[in-house]
């Protein structure tokens, strides 16, 4: 069963202390796309930062997937 994230986000409002000391990272990834779906073909958005030296967004092996992270 999937946790209904919107309960485990105000969960984790009230408990913040439950976060700390985990040392553990998250990471998402996603696709940028077009307004009608389709995959961008267009670079980096300079508005994101250098893909290749920003501390949280990255690209991962295409231009078009975005990779956050955290530490």
């Given at each position: 069963?999937?946790?209904?994230?919107?309960?485990?986000?105000?969960?984790?409002?009230?408990?913040?202390?439950?976060?700390?000391?985990?040392?553990?990272?998250?990471?998402?990834?996603?696709?940028r796309v077009?307004?009608?779906?389709?995959?961008?073909?267009?670079?980096?958005?300079?508005?994101?930062?250098?893909?290749?030296?920003?501390k949280w967004?990255?690209?991962d092996f295409?231009?078009?997937?975005?990779?956050?992270?955290?530490?």
């Amino acid at each position: 069963m999937i946790p209904d994230v919107s309960q485990a986000l105000t969960w984790l409002e009230r408990h913040p202390q439950a976060l700390k000391g985990i040392q553990r990272g998250l990471e998402r990834e996603t696709l940028r796309v077009n307004a009608d779906g389709t995959l961008a073909t267009t670079g980096h958005p300079d508005a994101l930062g250098s893909a290749l030296t920003h501390k949280w967004v990255t690209t991962d092996f295409a231009e078009a997937l975005l990779e956050f992270i955290t530490r």
